[in-house]
């Protein structure tokens, strides 16, 4: 399915003497450009270079990161073979950890994948298998686990796994289900790293919107923490068809920048803006949301792995 969409990725630098960034912020007055170039089936697994070519074509730009899901129904081995192929393309992989049940399905609970599952250690040979393979990558990648982790399409959200009761799990005035998933995040980070990944910036990715509504549901109680964090993102849909109100996405965007500081609770750290817009373009940069545009793209440097980077963005306006 493809829609018409405007989004905004905010990225902020979590802590930056706290762990290595793999993936720096572009200089001043520049951006990173990058893509989720499409799939067929919707499980946004089977991207192919011809893709990331013809989008490249049109935009007449070369991307610097390139998005896709790792869909652990079908493989939970590291996906090498998309990997390299996107390091060969001269951009930096961007994968999305995808913990879910081949029967996953939008609005219902992810039980084969559990939170509480991967708090108990149940996946932790496959992570650690996954670890040590990224690790052997040896060149820059970025992963993202609980893709908009506050919107209740995704079953890793915090009303399948206790919702605001605070009697079942961790400090009795947190709402559990968001305490699970901070733990679960946190579980996965420490067995990758701990496997020897250490070429990895984690992404939190969350929603504009909070669904459901609810204080306990809010962007802050999901944060995993500034020492699992190199940026956080937060997709904002705009029109998704021609009756939609057109400011829409920016009026959300706004408003998610504002609440950034309080999602960290620090408000220090520079933040990092990536721009989707109409199609499948993204771009990033350490600029405030009203500099976004207009400015030169930064081209990607020689890697270690024999990869140009670091990266740019990416792209992925359906909730699958």
């Known amino acids: 399915m493809t829609k018409t969409t405007f989004a905004l990725l905010a990225c902020l630098a979590a802590c930056a003497t706290a762990l290595g960034q793999p993936i720096p912020a572009p200089g001043a007055g520049r951006f990173y450009h990058g893509c989720y170039p499409g799939g067929i089936t919707g499980e946004e697994d089977d991207i192919t270079v011809r893709d990331v070519q013809n989008y490249e074509k049109v935009v007449g730009q070369n991307v610097a990161w390139v998005y896709f899901s790792n869909n652990w129904y079908a493989s939970r081995r590291f996906p090498v073979e998309t990997a390299t192929w996107i390091r060969k393309h001269g951009a930096v992989p961007y994968i999305r950890l995808m913990l879910r049940s081949r029967n996953h399905a939008m609005g219902k609970p992810e039980k084969g994948f559990a939170l509480q599952s991967i708090i108990d250690g149940k996946f932790d040979s496959d992570l650690k298998a996954w670890g040590r393979a990224a690790g052997a990558f040896a060149s820059p990648l970025i992963v993202e686990?609980?893709?908009?982790?506050?919107?209740?399409?995704?079953?890793?959200?915090?009303?399948?796994?206790?919702?605001?009761?605070?009697?079942g799990f961790g400090d009795p005035f947190k709402a559990d289900g968001p305490e699970r998933f901070v733990a679960a995040y946190r579980h996965i980070v420490d067995t990758v790293r701990g496997a020897g990944a250490d070429n990895?910036?984690?992404?939190?990715?969350?929603?504009?919107?909070?669904s459901p509504e609810a204080a306990w549901n809010r962007f802050e109680n999901y944060y995993p923490g500034s020492d699992y964090v190199q940026w956080i993102g937060v997709s904002c849909y705009g029109p998704q068809k021609p009756t939609d109100d057109a400011g829409s996405g920016q009026r959300r965007a706004g408003t998610s920048f504002s609440e950034l500081p309080e999602t960290t609770r620090r408000g220090t750290d520079p933040i990092r803006t990536m721009t989707h817009t109409k199609g499948n373009s993204c771009c990033a940069g350490n600029l405030s949301p009203a500099h976004v545009g207009g400015r030169r793209?930064?081209?990607?440097?020689?890697?270690r792995g024999g990869a140009r980077s670091p990266a740019r963005a990416r792209r992925s306006r359906k909730r699958y």
Do not use: M
Not at 148 to 165: D, L, R, T, Y
Not at 297 to 303: E, F, K, L, M, V
């Open 145 to 167: 686990y609980g893709t908009e982790a506050n919107g209740e399409w995704f079953g890793w959200n915090g009303k399948f796994h206790g919702e605001n009761k605070k009697d």
């Open 200 to 210: 990895i910036a984690w992404v939190f990715h969350l929603d504009a919107s909070q």
């Open 297 to 303: 793209s930064q081209r990607p440097r020689q890697d």
